[in-house]
């Protein structure tokens, strides 16, 4: 499961989830760096097309760019891609998934 907190318009942060993921795209995850994208501008663009994708739609890229503090970009990408690699959920646990 992934979650996500985006800031809306009136600045009041949004949970959306993602319950299921498949393993494609992990492999698709993986193009998503620097040396494939080595202007940062790109980067960004594309890792939340990508953000949008496998969250199934649920809101935009200009929600992203609109929702998520610039200084806090990387911890947002970070905390996607760590969940999206299978990183803690704390709603999960063993033999219940």
Known sequence: M???KIRDKKGKFRTYTQPWVPTRYLLE???YSLA???EIG???LKTSEFIVKV???QFTVDDI???VASDKWMDFANDFSSQLYGGDD???QPGKE
Do not use: W
């Open 42 to 44: 790109d980067l960004i």
């Open 2 to 4: 992934i979650k996500l």
């Open 90 to 92: 704390p709603e999960i």
């Open 29 to 31: 995850a993986a193009d």
């Open 65 to 67: 760019l609109d929702g």
């Open 55 to 57: 969250m199934g739609d």
């Open 36 to 38: 494939n994208y080595p």
